[in-house]
């Protein structure tokens, strides 16, 4: 089984930073897509980005130019650098994983709040 933890979440203040961390541990063959999304109370769970092995990066147009996707491939492990926060950003934040042969792989999340 493969799971996925996030790491990084917490709490800070508008125009601040975060960098949330996303490892993947277990039998793992591959991972084709690496992605964060995340969830305000309330609301749907929305993308925010996601790389894929073959270079394709997509952002949500709310977090471009302000968010980062980056893979360590060697490693699992997968990051989002969050910059010029808002409040609007605060959320669960989960990072999810497609997996080759395995499918569809969800972290249990981390919360991120944005607050003065």
């Known amino acids: 089984q493969v799971q996925l933890v996030e790491s990084g979440g917490g709490l800070v203040q508008p125009g601040g930073s975060l960098r949330l961390s996303c490892a993947a541990s277990?039998?793992?063959?591959?991972?084709?897509?690496m992605g964060w999304y995340r969830q305000a109370p309330g609301k749907e769970r929305e993308l925010v980005a996601r790389?894929?092995?073959?270079?394709?990066?997509n952002y949500a147009d709310s977090v471009k130019a302000r968010f980062t996707i980056s893979r360590d491939n060697a490693k699992n492990t997968w990051y989002l650098q969050m910059n010029s926060l808002k409040p609007e950003d605060t959320a669960v934040y989960y990072c999810?994983?497609?997996?080759?042969?395995?499918?569809?792989?969800w972290g249990p999340g981390t919360q991120v709040t944005v607050s003065s």
């Open positions: 999810n994983a497609i997996l080759i042969f395995q499918g569809n792989i």
């Open positions: 277990g039998s793992i063959f591959s991972i084709n897509t």
């Open positions: 790389a894929t092995s073959s270079g394709i990066i």
